[in-house]
Protein backbone atom coordinates (compact mmCIF):
# COMPACT_ATOMS: atom_id res chain seq x y z
CA UNK A 1 0.00 0.00 0.00
CA UNK A 2 1.33 3.43 -1.05
CA UNK A 3 1.72 6.33 1.46
CA UNK A 4 0.21 9.12 -0.49
CA UNK A 5 -2.46 9.60 -2.54
CA UNK A 6 -3.46 12.45 -5.25
CA UNK A 7 -6.33 12.40 -6.82
CA UNK A 8 -8.19 14.48 -9.01
CA UNK A 9 -11.18 15.19 -11.12
CA UNK A 10 -11.36 16.74 -14.66
CA UNK A 11 -11.14 20.31 -14.73
CA UNK A 12 -14.43 21.44 -15.80
CA UNK A 13 -15.41 24.06 -18.54
CA UNK A 14 -16.62 27.25 -17.47
CA UNK A 15 -18.77 27.62 -20.43
CA UNK A 16 -22.38 27.24 -18.57
CA UNK A 17 -23.13 26.47 -15.34
CA UNK A 18 -22.53 23.14 -13.99
CA UNK A 19 -24.88 20.60 -13.51
CA UNK A 20 -25.78 17.44 -11.57
CA UNK A 21 -23.22 15.46 -13.29
CA UNK A 22 -20.68 17.32 -12.43
CA UNK A 23 -21.51 17.52 -8.95
CA UNK A 24 -21.24 13.92 -9.23
CA UNK A 25 -17.90 13.13 -10.63
CA UNK A 26 -16.51 16.31 -7.58
CA UNK A 27 -18.45 14.32 -4.80
CA UNK A 28 -17.38 10.58 -5.65
CA UNK A 29 -13.66 11.96 -5.54
CA UNK A 30 -14.36 13.98 -2.63
CA UNK A 31 -15.73 10.53 -0.58
CA UNK A 32 -12.17 8.68 -2.01
CA UNK A 33 -10.25 11.83 -0.47
CA UNK A 34 -12.19 11.78 2.84
CA UNK A 35 -11.98 8.67 3.05
CA UNK A 36 -7.92 8.00 2.67
CA UNK A 37 -7.67 10.87 4.82
CA UNK A 38 -10.04 9.54 7.45
CA UNK A 39 -7.86 6.05 7.29
CA UNK A 40 -4.39 8.12 7.82
CA UNK A 41 -3.13 8.69 4.53
CA UNK A 42 -2.00 11.77 3.33
CA UNK A 43 -4.29 12.99 0.64
CA UNK A 44 -3.83 15.85 -2.03
CA UNK A 45 -7.00 16.52 -3.50
CA UNK A 46 -7.01 18.45 -6.96
CA UNK A 47 -10.21 20.24 -8.95
CA UNK A 48 -10.43 23.23 -11.40
CA UNK A 49 -11.41 24.87 -14.42
CA UNK A 50 -10.50 24.44 -17.63
CA UNK A 51 -10.92 28.33 -19.71
CA UNK A 52 -9.80 28.20 -23.12
CA UNK A 53 -11.30 27.08 -25.79
CA UNK A 54 -13.53 28.32 -29.26
CA UNK A 55 -16.23 27.42 -26.92
CA UNK A 56 -15.54 30.03 -24.03
CA UNK A 57 -14.67 32.38 -26.90
CA UNK A 58 -18.00 32.26 -28.37
CA UNK A 59 -20.08 32.14 -25.62
CA UNK A 60 -18.19 35.10 -23.75
CA UNK A 61 -19.10 37.00 -26.63
CA UNK A 62 -22.80 36.40 -27.00
CA UNK A 63 -22.66 37.28 -23.09
CA UNK A 64 -21.00 40.80 -24.54
CA UNK A 65 -17.87 39.90 -21.97
CA UNK A 66 -14.43 39.44 -22.66
CA UNK A 67 -13.79 35.80 -21.92
CA UNK A 68 -12.03 36.50 -18.48
CA UNK A 69 -14.81 38.06 -17.60
CA UNK A 70 -17.12 35.53 -18.58
CA UNK A 71 -14.72 32.52 -17.25
CA UNK A 72 -14.60 34.43 -14.16
CA UNK A 73 -18.19 34.81 -13.07
CA UNK A 74 -19.20 31.36 -14.13
CA UNK A 75 -15.90 30.16 -12.06
CA UNK A 76 -17.41 32.00 -8.64
CA UNK A 77 -20.29 29.48 -9.34
CA UNK A 78 -17.77 26.16 -9.41
CA UNK A 79 -16.31 27.79 -5.67
CA UNK A 80 -19.92 28.33 -4.88
CA UNK A 81 -21.11 24.96 -5.55
CA UNK A 82 -18.00 23.12 -4.22
CA UNK A 83 -18.29 25.04 -0.83
CA UNK A 84 -22.03 24.14 -0.69
CA UNK A 85 -21.18 20.14 -1.33
CA UNK A 86 -18.11 20.19 1.44
CA UNK A 87 -15.81 19.62 -1.48
CA UNK A 88 -12.43 19.05 0.40
CA UNK A 89 -9.95 20.11 -2.21
CA UNK A 90 -6.52 21.14 -1.31
CA UNK A 91 -6.40 23.21 -4.89
CA UNK A 92 -8.04 24.37 -7.58
CA UNK A 93 -6.35 25.12 -10.65
CA UNK A 94 -7.65 27.91 -13.77
CA UNK A 95 -5.96 27.23 -16.50
CA UNK A 96 -5.52 30.70 -17.14
CA UNK A 97 -3.76 31.59 -14.19
CA UNK A 98 -0.12 32.19 -14.68
CA UNK A 99 1.53 29.31 -12.92
CA UNK A 100 0.13 26.85 -15.25
CA UNK A 101 0.18 28.78 -18.72
CA UNK A 102 3.82 29.93 -18.33
CA UNK A 103 4.37 26.47 -17.67
CA UNK A 104 2.31 24.98 -20.58
CA UNK A 105 4.20 26.95 -23.04
CA UNK A 106 7.45 25.71 -21.72
CA UNK A 107 5.66 22.49 -21.92
CA UNK A 108 5.16 22.79 -25.94
CA UNK A 109 8.74 23.94 -25.83
CA UNK A 110 10.48 21.37 -24.50
CA UNK A 111 8.17 18.87 -27.42
CA UNK A 112 9.33 20.98 -30.11
CA UNK A 113 12.80 20.79 -29.39
CA UNK A 114 12.79 17.29 -28.73
CA UNK A 115 11.15 16.42 -32.08
CA UNK A 116 7.56 15.50 -30.82
CA UNK A 117 5.72 18.52 -32.40
CA UNK A 118 6.55 19.39 -35.40
CA UNK A 119 4.80 21.79 -37.67
CA UNK A 120 2.21 20.25 -40.67
CA UNK A 121 -1.02 20.95 -42.37
CA UNK A 122 -4.07 19.76 -40.67
CA UNK A 123 -7.14 18.48 -43.05
CA UNK A 124 -9.70 16.79 -41.43
CA UNK A 125 -13.30 16.51 -39.70
CA UNK A 126 -13.73 18.73 -36.88
CA UNK A 127 -16.40 18.91 -34.35
CA UNK A 128 -16.76 22.58 -33.36
CA UNK A 129 -18.43 21.77 -30.05
CA UNK A 130 -15.71 19.73 -28.62
CA UNK A 131 -13.03 21.42 -30.36
CA UNK A 132 -11.64 17.86 -31.76
CA UNK A 133 -10.91 16.29 -35.59
CA UNK A 134 -12.39 13.16 -36.27
CA UNK A 135 -10.82 10.73 -38.64
CA UNK A 136 -12.84 9.53 -41.70
CA UNK A 137 -13.31 6.38 -39.59
CA UNK A 138 -14.82 8.06 -36.52
CA UNK A 139 -17.01 10.39 -38.38
CA UNK A 140 -18.74 7.96 -40.05
CA UNK A 141 -20.68 8.00 -43.30
CA UNK A 142 -22.92 10.75 -42.13
CA UNK A 143 -19.94 12.99 -40.80
CA UNK A 144 -21.11 12.73 -36.93
CA UNK A 145 -18.88 13.61 -33.80
CA UNK A 146 -18.53 10.12 -31.94
CA UNK A 147 -18.52 12.22 -28.79
CA UNK A 148 -21.39 14.56 -29.53
CA UNK A 149 -23.67 13.41 -32.53
CA UNK A 150 -23.38 16.39 -34.06
CA UNK A 151 -22.11 17.21 -37.79
CA UNK A 152 -18.56 17.67 -38.62
CA UNK A 153 -17.16 20.07 -41.21
CA UNK A 154 -13.95 19.28 -43.16
CA UNK A 155 -11.68 22.03 -42.18
CA UNK A 156 -8.08 22.89 -43.21
CA UNK A 157 -5.20 24.80 -41.50
CA UNK A 158 -1.54 24.82 -40.65
CA UNK A 159 -0.79 23.16 -37.65
CA UNK A 160 1.23 21.33 -34.88
CA UNK A 161 1.03 18.18 -34.75
CA UNK A 162 2.00 15.53 -31.56
CA UNK A 163 3.95 12.55 -33.18
CA UNK A 164 1.65 9.84 -31.27
CA UNK A 165 3.23 7.15 -33.46
CA UNK A 166 6.54 7.11 -31.58
CA UNK A 167 4.33 6.27 -28.37
CA UNK A 168 1.88 3.71 -29.47
CA UNK A 169 3.88 0.78 -28.99
CA UNK A 170 5.25 2.00 -25.45
CA UNK A 171 1.67 3.10 -24.81
CA UNK A 172 0.39 -0.68 -25.08
CA UNK A 173 2.99 -1.89 -23.32
CA UNK A 174 1.89 0.11 -20.45
CA UNK A 175 -1.37 -1.03 -20.50
CA UNK A 176 0.29 -4.67 -20.53
CA UNK A 177 2.38 -4.37 -17.98
CA UNK A 178 -0.36 -2.19 -15.72
CA UNK A 179 -3.52 -4.07 -15.90
CA UNK A 180 -4.95 -1.97 -13.00
CA UNK A 181 -3.86 1.38 -15.03
CA UNK A 182 -7.32 1.81 -16.50
CA UNK A 183 -10.71 0.87 -15.42
CA UNK A 184 -13.30 -0.54 -15.40
CA UNK A 185 -11.80 -2.59 -17.96
CA UNK A 186 -13.88 -2.68 -20.63
CA UNK A 187 -12.85 0.97 -21.10
CA UNK A 188 -9.01 -0.57 -22.15
CA UNK A 189 -10.40 -2.35 -24.79
CA UNK A 190 -12.71 0.01 -26.23
CA UNK A 191 -9.70 2.45 -26.42
CA UNK A 192 -7.91 0.08 -28.06
CA UNK A 193 -10.15 -1.24 -30.56
CA UNK A 194 -11.57 2.39 -31.89
CA UNK A 195 -8.53 4.54 -31.28
CA UNK A 196 -5.18 2.46 -31.57
CA UNK A 197 -6.10 -0.80 -33.47
CA UNK A 198 -7.49 1.18 -36.75
CA UNK A 199 -4.02 3.45 -36.37
CA UNK A 200 -3.92 6.64 -34.35
CA UNK A 201 -3.11 9.56 -36.21
CA UNK A 202 -0.62 12.04 -35.23
CA UNK A 203 -2.55 14.67 -32.59
CA UNK A 204 -3.01 18.13 -33.88
CA UNK A 205 -2.04 20.09 -30.91
CA UNK A 206 -2.38 24.04 -32.34
CA UNK A 207 -5.54 26.33 -33.38
CA UNK A 208 -5.06 29.47 -35.15
CA UNK A 209 -9.29 29.80 -36.34
CA UNK A 210 -9.70 31.20 -32.57
CA UNK A 211 -7.40 33.04 -30.17
CA UNK A 212 -8.91 32.53 -26.63
CA UNK A 213 -6.21 30.13 -25.46
CA UNK A 214 -2.38 29.61 -24.85
CA UNK A 215 -0.25 31.36 -27.39
CA UNK A 216 2.47 29.31 -28.87
CA UNK A 217 5.72 30.88 -27.92
CA UNK A 218 7.75 30.83 -30.96
CA UNK A 219 4.61 31.44 -33.43
CA UNK A 220 2.05 32.91 -31.29
CA UNK A 221 -0.80 33.36 -34.07
CA UNK A 222 -1.61 29.65 -32.75
CA UNK A 223 -2.85 28.62 -29.54
CA UNK A 224 -2.29 25.46 -27.43
CA UNK A 225 -4.63 22.70 -28.16
CA UNK A 226 -7.22 22.67 -25.58
CA UNK A 227 -6.95 19.27 -24.51
CA UNK A 228 -2.82 20.05 -24.09
CA UNK A 229 -3.36 22.95 -22.14
CA UNK A 230 -5.65 21.21 -20.12
CA UNK A 231 -4.21 17.68 -18.76
CA UNK A 232 -1.00 19.40 -18.17
CA UNK A 233 -3.23 21.35 -15.34
CA UNK A 234 -2.69 17.72 -12.95
CA UNK A 235 1.21 18.66 -13.05
CA UNK A 236 0.79 22.69 -13.26
CA UNK A 237 -1.28 22.98 -10.04
CA UNK A 238 1.74 20.95 -8.11
CA UNK A 239 4.38 22.82 -9.18
CA UNK A 240 6.23 21.11 -12.12
CA UNK A 241 8.69 23.28 -13.96
CA UNK A 242 8.53 26.32 -11.55
CA UNK A 243 10.62 27.60 -8.53
CA UNK A 244 8.58 25.14 -5.83
CA UNK A 245 8.38 21.54 -7.32
CA UNK A 246 8.09 20.03 -4.08
CA UNK A 247 4.77 19.30 -4.43
CA UNK A 248 5.22 17.77 -7.70
CA UNK A 249 8.06 15.41 -6.46
CA UNK A 250 5.92 14.70 -3.14
CA UNK A 251 2.77 13.51 -5.34
CA UNK A 252 3.93 12.46 -8.69
CA UNK A 253 6.96 11.80 -9.00
CA UNK A 254 7.70 10.09 -6.26
CA UNK A 255 6.59 6.13 -6.34
CA UNK A 256 5.75 6.49 -2.80
CA UNK A 257 2.62 8.37 -3.77
CA UNK A 258 -0.24 7.12 -5.97
CA UNK A 259 -1.89 9.19 -8.33
CA UNK A 260 -5.42 8.67 -9.26
CA UNK A 261 -7.77 10.57 -11.82
CA UNK A 262 -11.27 10.46 -12.28
CA UNK A 263 -13.36 11.02 -15.15
CA UNK A 264 -15.77 10.68 -17.29
CA UNK A 265 -16.08 7.94 -20.13
CA UNK A 266 -16.59 11.06 -22.07
CA UNK A 267 -13.17 11.86 -22.00
CA UNK A 268 -11.44 8.60 -21.57
CA UNK A 269 -9.46 8.66 -25.23
CA UNK A 270 -7.81 11.90 -23.81
CA UNK A 271 -6.51 11.12 -20.77
CA UNK A 272 -5.84 7.06 -21.12
CA UNK A 273 -4.56 7.98 -24.71
CA UNK A 274 -2.82 11.04 -25.10
CA UNK A 275 -1.82 12.04 -21.63
CA UNK A 276 0.40 9.04 -21.07
CA UNK A 277 1.93 9.92 -24.06
CA UNK A 278 2.41 13.49 -23.41
CA UNK A 279 4.24 12.55 -19.51
CA UNK A 280 6.28 10.25 -21.66
CA UNK A 281 7.84 12.47 -23.98
CA UNK A 282 8.49 14.74 -20.72
CA UNK A 283 10.23 12.31 -19.11
CA UNK A 284 7.79 12.38 -16.07
CA UNK A 285 6.12 9.26 -14.72
CA UNK A 286 2.42 8.34 -15.48
CA UNK A 287 -0.46 7.77 -13.46
CA UNK A 288 -1.07 4.82 -11.40
CA UNK A 289 -4.83 5.06 -12.12
CA UNK A 290 -7.21 6.31 -14.40
CA UNK A 291 -10.71 5.41 -12.86
CA UNK A 292 -13.43 6.08 -15.46
CA UNK A 293 -17.48 6.85 -14.19
CA UNK A 294 -20.06 6.26 -16.20
CA UNK A 295 -22.35 9.74 -17.24
CA UNK A 296 -26.04 10.43 -15.99
CA UNK A 297 -28.68 10.56 -18.47
CA UNK A 298 -31.45 12.69 -19.32
CA UNK A 299 -34.51 10.93 -21.19
CA UNK A 300 -31.92 8.38 -22.93
CA UNK A 301 -29.58 11.16 -23.56
CA UNK A 302 -26.35 12.61 -22.02
CA UNK A 303 -27.16 14.89 -19.43
CA UNK A 304 -24.99 18.23 -20.95
CA UNK A 305 -24.65 22.00 -20.73
CA UNK A 306 -25.26 22.32 -24.48
CA UNK A 307 -28.35 20.27 -24.73
CA UNK A 308 -29.96 22.01 -22.02
CA UNK A 309 -31.27 18.96 -20.16
CA UNK A 310 -29.80 19.52 -17.21
CA UNK A 311 -30.58 19.20 -13.51
CA UNK A 312 -28.87 22.33 -11.33
CA UNK A 313 -27.51 20.91 -7.84
CA UNK A 314 -27.46 24.38 -6.33
CA UNK A 315 -30.67 24.43 -5.13
CA UNK A 316 -31.22 20.50 -4.13
CA UNK A 317 -28.10 20.80 -2.40
CA UNK A 318 -30.27 23.92 -0.57
CA UNK A 319 -33.66 22.45 -0.04
CA UNK A 320 -32.75 19.04 0.86
CA UNK A 321 -28.96 19.84 2.38
CA UNK A 322 -25.49 18.70 1.92
CA UNK A 323 -25.63 15.22 3.00
CA UNK A 324 -28.58 13.64 1.57
CA UNK A 325 -27.46 14.70 -2.26
CA UNK A 326 -24.14 13.43 -1.86
CA UNK A 327 -25.45 10.31 -0.09
CA UNK A 328 -28.14 10.10 -3.29
CA UNK A 329 -25.43 10.59 -5.96
CA UNK A 330 -22.99 8.11 -4.12
CA UNK A 331 -25.35 5.44 -3.59
CA UNK A 332 -27.86 5.36 -6.25
CA UNK A 333 -25.78 5.46 -9.21
CA UNK A 334 -23.63 2.90 -9.40
CA UNK A 335 -19.82 4.72 -9.86
CA UNK A 336 -18.22 3.21 -13.13
CA UNK A 337 -21.83 2.64 -14.97
CA UNK A 338 -24.01 4.93 -16.50
CA UNK A 339 -27.31 6.32 -14.78
CA UNK A 340 -29.57 8.60 -14.36
CA UNK A 341 -31.08 11.19 -12.03
CA UNK A 342 -34.43 10.65 -11.51
CA UNK A 343 -36.98 12.40 -8.70
CA UNK A 344 -38.62 9.92 -7.39
CA UNK A 345 -35.61 7.87 -6.46
CA UNK A 346 -33.61 10.61 -4.57
CA UNK A 347 -36.65 11.11 -2.36
CA UNK A 348 -36.78 7.61 -2.21
CA UNK A 349 -33.18 6.89 -0.95
CA UNK A 350 -33.54 10.04 1.63
CA UNK A 351 -36.57 8.23 2.90
CA UNK A 352 -35.04 4.70 2.84
CA UNK A 353 -31.99 5.19 3.73
CA UNK A 354 -31.57 7.80 5.43
CA UNK A 355 -34.75 9.03 7.87
CA UNK A 356 -36.13 5.51 7.74
CA UNK A 357 -32.86 3.28 8.26
CA UNK A 358 -30.15 5.49 9.72
CA UNK A 359 -31.78 8.15 11.25
CA UNK A 360 -34.38 5.84 13.10
CA UNK A 361 -31.95 3.35 14.70
CA UNK A 362 -30.02 6.69 16.24
CA UNK A 363 -33.85 7.86 17.47
CA UNK A 364 -34.47 4.20 18.43
CA UNK A 365 -31.20 3.56 20.14
CA UNK A 366 -30.44 6.87 22.12
CA UNK A 367 -33.99 6.74 23.31
CA UNK A 368 -33.68 3.32 24.48
CA UNK A 369 -30.49 3.64 26.32
CA UNK A 370 -31.86 6.92 27.72
CA UNK A 371 -34.55 5.33 29.01
CA UNK A 372 -33.46 2.45 30.71
CA UNK A 373 -29.90 3.09 31.02
CA UNK A 374 -29.87 6.77 32.40
CA UNK A 375 -28.15 7.51 28.54
CA UNK A 376 -25.20 5.56 29.29
CA UNK A 377 -23.98 2.28 26.87
CA UNK A 378 -23.85 -0.46 29.17
CA UNK A 379 -20.50 -2.34 29.84
CA UNK A 380 -20.25 -4.90 26.89
CA UNK A 381 -20.08 -8.19 27.66
CA UNK A 382 -19.71 -10.24 24.90
CA UNK A 383 -22.29 -12.77 22.82
CA UNK A 384 -25.11 -12.94 25.40
CA UNK A 385 -26.83 -14.98 22.82
CA UNK A 386 -26.83 -16.21 18.87
CA UNK A 387 -28.25 -12.86 17.26
CA UNK A 388 -25.61 -10.66 19.21
CA UNK A 389 -23.15 -12.43 17.66
CA UNK A 390 -24.87 -12.24 14.55
CA UNK A 391 -24.84 -8.60 14.48
CA UNK A 392 -21.71 -8.28 16.16
CA UNK A 393 -19.79 -10.60 13.28
CA UNK A 394 -21.96 -8.34 10.64
CA UNK A 395 -20.50 -5.30 12.05
CA UNK A 396 -17.12 -6.94 11.85
CA UNK A 397 -17.22 -8.08 8.54
CA UNK A 398 -18.50 -4.52 7.04
CA UNK A 399 -15.59 -2.96 8.01
CA UNK A 400 -13.34 -5.31 6.40
CA UNK A 401 -15.34 -5.41 3.19
CA UNK A 402 -15.89 -1.87 2.96
CA UNK A 403 -12.30 -0.98 3.23
CA UNK A 404 -11.69 -3.93 0.64
CA UNK A 405 -14.38 -2.14 -1.39
CA UNK A 406 -13.44 1.65 -0.99
CA UNK A 407 -9.39 1.03 -1.88
CA UNK A 408 -10.91 0.00 -4.88
CA UNK A 409 -13.21 2.69 -5.97
CA UNK A 410 -16.08 0.41 -5.31
CA UNK A 411 -17.56 3.47 -3.13
CA UNK A 412 -21.40 2.49 -3.79
CA UNK A 413 -21.26 -0.92 -3.20
CA UNK A 414 -18.97 0.00 0.26
CA UNK A 415 -21.88 2.18 0.95
CA UNK A 416 -24.25 -0.30 0.42
CA UNK A 417 -22.69 -2.66 2.98
CA UNK A 418 -23.04 -0.07 5.37
CA UNK A 419 -26.69 0.59 4.61
CA UNK A 420 -27.45 -3.43 4.90
CA UNK A 421 -25.36 -3.21 8.44
CA UNK A 422 -28.03 -0.18 9.52
CA UNK A 423 -30.59 -2.41 8.16
CA UNK A 424 -29.72 -5.35 10.09
CA UNK A 425 -29.08 -3.43 13.23
CA UNK A 426 -33.12 -2.31 12.97
CA UNK A 427 -34.04 -5.68 12.37
CA UNK A 428 -31.95 -6.71 15.69
CA UNK A 429 -33.95 -4.37 17.65
CA UNK A 430 -37.33 -6.11 16.42
CA UNK A 431 -36.25 -9.63 16.98
CA UNK A 432 -34.43 -8.57 20.66
CA UNK A 433 -37.60 -6.88 21.55
CA UNK A 434 -35.78 -4.78 24.27
CA UNK A 435 -39.10 -3.45 25.70
CA UNK A 436 -40.08 -6.99 26.66
CA UNK A 437 -36.57 -7.31 28.14
CA UNK A 438 -37.11 -4.10 29.56
CA UNK A 439 -40.04 -6.04 31.67
CA UNK A 440 -38.04 -9.19 32.96
CA UNK A 441 -35.68 -7.86 35.63
CA UNK A 442 -34.06 -11.29 34.93
CA UNK A 443 -33.86 -10.29 31.42
CA UNK A 444 -31.51 -7.07 32.18
CA UNK A 445 -28.32 -8.26 31.22
CA UNK A 446 -29.83 -9.16 27.64
CA UNK A 447 -31.48 -5.77 27.77
CA UNK A 448 -27.86 -4.27 28.40
CA UNK A 449 -26.00 -6.20 25.80
CA UNK A 450 -28.67 -5.18 23.12
CA UNK A 451 -27.99 -1.96 24.07
CA UNK A 452 -24.46 -1.96 23.74
CA UNK A 453 -24.66 -3.75 20.45
CA UNK A 454 -26.88 -1.12 18.47
CA UNK A 455 -24.29 1.69 20.35
CA UNK A 456 -21.46 -0.29 18.60
CA UNK A 457 -23.13 -0.85 15.30
CA UNK A 458 -24.05 2.69 14.77
CA UNK A 459 -20.96 3.81 15.47
CA UNK A 460 -19.21 2.01 12.91
CA UNK A 461 -21.76 2.85 10.78
CA UNK A 462 -21.51 6.28 11.82
CA UNK A 463 -17.32 5.86 11.13
CA UNK A 464 -17.77 4.33 7.43
CA UNK A 465 -20.30 7.23 6.34
CA UNK A 466 -18.23 10.07 7.24
CA UNK A 467 -17.13 10.53 3.90
CA UNK A 468 -20.21 10.96 2.61
CA UNK A 469 -22.12 12.15 5.20
CA UNK A 470 -19.75 15.03 6.21
CA UNK A 471 -22.54 17.03 8.48
CA UNK A 472 -24.90 14.07 9.76
CA UNK A 473 -22.01 11.64 11.08
CA UNK A 474 -20.93 14.41 13.38
CA UNK A 475 -24.57 14.74 14.72
CA UNK A 476 -24.96 11.48 14.77
CA UNK A 477 -21.53 11.39 16.94
CA UNK A 478 -22.84 13.87 18.93
CA UNK A 479 -25.96 12.01 20.00
CA UNK A 480 -23.99 9.15 20.52
CA UNK A 481 -21.68 10.60 22.77
CA UNK A 482 -18.37 9.62 20.50
CA UNK A 483 -15.84 12.34 21.09
CA UNK A 484 -12.04 12.23 21.71
CA UNK A 485 -10.00 9.58 20.83
CA UNK A 486 -13.38 7.09 19.84
CA UNK A 487 -13.42 9.60 16.64
CA UNK A 488 -10.22 7.90 14.97
CA UNK A 489 -10.81 5.78 12.69
CA UNK A 490 -8.66 2.80 13.80
CA UNK A 491 -11.20 2.50 17.28
CA UNK A 492 -13.92 0.99 15.14
CA UNK A 493 -11.94 -2.12 15.49
CA UNK A 494 -12.42 -2.14 18.99
CA UNK A 495 -15.76 -4.00 19.48
CA UNK A 496 -17.34 -2.51 22.89
CA UNK A 497 -15.74 0.43 22.94
CA UNK A 498 -18.84 2.42 23.21
CA UNK A 499 -19.63 0.99 26.46
CA UNK A 500 -19.91 3.85 28.36
CA UNK A 501 -20.63 6.84 26.54
CA UNK A 502 -23.53 9.31 27.58
CA UNK A 503 -26.19 10.01 24.40
CA UNK A 504 -28.02 12.71 24.25
CA UNK A 505 -31.18 12.74 21.86
CA UNK A 506 -30.90 15.48 19.70
CA UNK A 507 -32.97 16.57 16.13
CA UNK A 508 -33.93 13.83 13.74
CA UNK A 509 -30.70 13.60 11.52
CA UNK A 510 -32.84 13.55 8.44
CA UNK A 511 -36.71 14.53 8.54
CA UNK A 512 -38.97 12.41 6.40
CA UNK A 513 -39.71 14.01 3.16
CA UNK A 514 -43.39 14.04 1.61
CA UNK A 515 -42.23 11.96 -1.45
CA UNK A 516 -45.72 13.27 -3.60
CA UNK A 517 -44.53 17.09 -2.97
CA UNK A 518 -41.16 17.22 -3.34
CA UNK A 519 -40.90 14.59 -6.49
CA UNK A 520 -43.02 17.96 -7.97
CA UNK A 521 -40.74 20.09 -6.60
CA UNK A 522 -37.82 18.53 -8.30
CA UNK A 523 -39.64 17.96 -10.92
CA UNK A 524 -40.75 21.81 -11.67
CA UNK A 525 -36.95 22.35 -11.46
CA UNK A 526 -36.11 20.24 -13.96
CA UNK A 527 -38.63 21.87 -15.83
CA UNK A 528 -37.38 25.29 -15.42
CA UNK A 529 -33.84 24.65 -16.81
CA UNK A 530 -35.00 23.41 -19.83
O1 LIG B 1 -14.54 17.70 -20.65
N1 LIG B 1 -22.82 12.63 -16.10
O2 LIG B 1 -15.01 19.44 -19.20
P1 LIG B 1 -16.58 19.27 -18.96
C1 LIG B 1 -21.76 12.41 -15.31
N2 LIG B 1 -12.69 20.48 -19.65
N3 LIG B 1 -20.67 13.16 -15.33
C2 LIG B 1 -20.64 14.20 -16.16
C3 LIG B 1 -21.73 14.49 -17.02
C4 LIG B 1 -22.86 13.64 -16.96
N4 LIG B 1 -23.94 13.83 -17.70
N5 LIG B 1 -21.42 15.58 -17.73
C5 LIG B 1 -20.17 15.96 -17.34
C6 LIG B 1 -14.22 18.69 -20.02
N6 LIG B 1 -19.72 15.13 -16.38
C7 LIG B 1 -12.78 19.12 -20.00
C8 LIG B 1 -12.02 18.24 -19.05
S1 LIG B 1 -9.76 17.44 -17.87
C9 LIG B 1 -8.13 17.64 -18.11
C10 LIG B 1 -10.55 18.49 -19.02
C11 LIG B 1 -18.41 15.18 -15.70
O3 LIG B 1 -17.02 20.50 -18.24
C12 LIG B 1 -17.58 13.96 -16.10
O4 LIG B 1 -16.61 13.74 -15.12
O5 LIG B 1 -17.27 18.90 -20.20
C13 LIG B 1 -16.95 14.44 -17.40
O6 LIG B 1 -15.81 13.69 -17.76
C14 LIG B 1 -16.61 15.86 -17.04
O7 LIG B 1 -17.70 16.29 -16.20
C15 LIG B 1 -16.52 16.74 -18.28
O8 LIG B 1 -16.64 18.08 -17.90
Redesign the pocket.
Known sequence: MKKRFYIT?????P?AKL?I??A??TTLTDVFARYKRLRGFECYFLTGA?EHGMKIEKNAAAAGKTPQEFVDGIVEGFYKLWDLLKISNDDFIRTTQERHTKVVQDIFSKMLANDDIYLGKYKGWYCKECEAFWTDTQAGPDHLCPDCGRPVQMAEEEAYFFKTSKYVDSLMKFFDENPKFLVPESRKNEMINTFIKPGLDDLCVSRTSFSWGIPIRENPKHVIYV?LD??T??ITALGYDSDHPELFNKFWQDPECETIH??????TR??AIYWPMFLESLGLRKPDREFV?????MKDS????SKGNVVDPYPLVERYGVDAVRYYLTREINFGSDGSFAPELFVERINQDLANALGNLLNRTVSMINKYFDGVVPGYKGRINEVDGNLEDLTKLTIESYERLMDDLKITDAIAQVNELVNRANKYIDETEPWALAKDPEKKANLESVMTHLANSLYVAGMLMKPVLVTASDKLFDQLGVTGDLLNYDKIKQYGIVSGLKVEKKDQLFPRLDAAVEVEYIQSLMANNK
Not at 293 to 297: A, E, N, P, T, V
Open positions: TPIYYSHGHYCDWALNYILGADIFHHGLLMKMSK
